[in-house]
């Protein structure tokens, strides 16, 4: 294909704050990528924008007129693009490019995007049910979210189970929680005013509802996002869970043990602050599930060789290492190391639905995305489309 004509604008995310888009133009049509951004970020991952969005663009503007012109036959060609790609571009910019070239590249050659990489894997969805933590403005629960996945046979089928147990958790808040109106936080978890152990209590309720009413094979997670509130060697509680609300590093181990034991949790992202390591691999060594590094590892493949003996999962988010050829990488080392892969959204979403063919074509296990909003629900439909073979 050949690069006609391309540009960078700035548009909304989920957020309502600005990101990058590039549009690209070949033989084929138009192409546009864009980037999202977090709200709860990795001391690890890069910046998206450097400052002035509207001048860093301007500026990556006269980098893409370079690329008129430009052919790209292979996958491996638009990683050598990113090759190019100035450091102080790294970021949303150069994002929005790899994934504008990856949906014009797919097209020239007819073929899905999942298609361009080596991998395919049945992909089963991760998903809010309760959100805490920074996502919620620091309403309701400390932690970030509580988590729903399943076992099935195929994306669709651990949709439709999945959303069983998001509805009937909204209906428990509707019946016993006299604030709660319905309202949901970026990703579409549900805020309410339960605190952390009230909030886990209802999604298992839910969880058993549905697994009586389906025989579904549920199973509960948790992303504590503890670096959020580690400050001064201690983990800030708003309010008390089991009695306490200032915990050591000890107490916060012991914590996330008893609390995946109590509720049967299967997942647990960052369960500890970001620079202990092996405190992740404390409690990996004491519960059988899967212990998610995230802001530990912040899909850098330096970072996952630091850390990977101290857990068992990770997840990858393209927008914190900005290039997919690294994005790439990463997933090849994380199958070095037997890691199961969890390809995940951002709070700041855009509307694109391209890590749901990532997740596939990079053979990850799960997709962590919200169930409800509609740059959420993109996500969820394109793992629909793709098993019925569109």
Not at 14 to 35: D, I, L
Not at 255 to 273: C, G, Q, R, S, T
Not at 287 to 308: M, N, Q
Request: glycine fraction near 10%.
């Amino acid at each position: 294909m050949e690069i006609k004509d391309i540009k960078a604008i700035k548009i909304l995310n989920a957020n309502s704050n600005f990101t990058a888009e590039v549009e690209v133009e070949t033989e084929n049509g138009r192409f546009r990528g864009s980037s999202p951004a977090g709200e709860s970020n990795s001391m690890y991952e890069v910046n998206q924008f450097g400052g002035d969005i509207d001048k860093e663009l301007q500026q990556f503007n006269g980098f893409l007129s370079g690329l008129k012109g430009k052919r790209l036959e292979t996958l491996n060609e638009i990683y050598g693009v990113e090759g190019t790609i100035p450091k102080e571009f790294i970021g949303g910019p150069s994002l929005s490019l790899s994934y504008a070239l990856v949906y014009a590249l797919s097209s020239y050659l007819k073929k899905s995007p999942f298609q361009l990489f080596p991998k395919k894997e049945t992909v089963l969805p991760v998903c809010k049910m309760i959100g805490g933590g920074l996502h919620a403005s620091g309403l309701g629960m400390d932690i970030q979210e509580i988590l729903v996945t399943t076992v099935a046979d195929s994306s669709t089928a651990s949709i439709d189970s999945t959303l069983k147990v998001y509805k009937e958790v909204k209906r428990l808040l509707e019946k016993t929680t006299s604030s709660f109106v319905g309202g949901v936080d970026p990703e579409g978890g549900f805020v309410s005013a339960l605190d952390n152990y009230e909030s886990l209590k209802t999604v298992r309720k839910a969880v058993e509802n549905v697994i009586g009413e389906t025989g579904a094979d549920i199973r509960m997670g948790a992303d504590f996002a503890a670096s959020t509130f580690y400050k001064d060697g201690k983990y800030e509680y708003r309010r008390p869970i089991y009695g306490k609300k200032a915990l050591n590093r000890g107490e916060q181990i012991d914590l996330a043990v008893n609390l995946a034991k109590e509720f049967d949790m299967y997942y647990i992202e960052d369960p500890v602050d970001q620079t202990l390591g092996e405190d992740y691999g404390e409690i990996m060594r004491k519960v059988d599930g899967l212990i998610v590094g995230d802001d530990l590892t912040a899909t850098i493949p330096d970072r996952l060789e630091k850390v990977h003996q101290f857990i068992n999962s990770t997840l990858i988010k393209p927008n914190q290492v900005a290039l997919l050829n690294q994005v790439h990488i990463y997933s090849d080392l994380a199958d070095k190391y037997n890691i199961t892969k969890v390809v995940s959204h951002r709070s700041e979403e855009t509307a694109l639905s391209i890590i749901s063919d990532l997740a596939i074509g990079l053979g990850a296990k799960y997709l962590k995305v919200g169930i409800n909003r509609g740059e959420r629900v993109e996500k969820l439909n394109r793992l629909i489309e793709v098993d019925y073979g569109i």
